[in-house]
């Protein structure tokens, strides 16, 4: 089981950015993805989840109205639309299955709010 995300950077407060996860190993549709992010001295904390099929979504209170979460099970991808970004969203964000322990974690993608 492997996941790779893509897709951070440095961007300024108010910008966009669109992570990207890639997927294998598993049979991508049968589960629900999540992505998950962890700044520095904090402990990792779940952002946003979406089901395999019905494509149904959930999202921190922190992010809701500003992140949005996709998926497209014939690329075993799963993407976070980040519009309206703030200092308080910098850290490295994950995707991962969000009720299946698979063991170890991908590298993430460091996304950075500053001006």
């Known amino acids: 089981v492997q996941f790779v995300e893509s897709g951070g950077g440095l961007v300024q407060p108010g910008g966009s950015l669109r992570l990207s996860c890639a997927a294998s190993?598993?049979?991508?549709?049968?589960?629900?993805m999540s992505w998950y992010r962890q700044a520095p001295g904090k402990e990792r904390e779940l952002v946003a989840t979406?089901?395999?099929?019905?494509?149904?979504?959930n999202y921190a209170d922190s992010v809701k109205g500003r992140f949005t979460i996709s998926r497209d099970n014939a690329k075993n991808s799963v993407y976070l639309q980040m519009n309206s970004l703030k200092p308080e969203d910098t850290a490295v964000y994950y995707c991962?299955?969000?009720?299946?322990?698979?063991?170890?974690w991908g590298q993430g993608t460091q996304v950075t709010v500053s001006s």
């Open positions: 991962y299955t969000r009720y299946t322990n698979f063991g170890s």
């Open positions: 190993g598993f049979v991508f549709r049968n589960y629900h």
């Open positions: 979406i089901s395999g099929t019905s494509g149904s979504t």
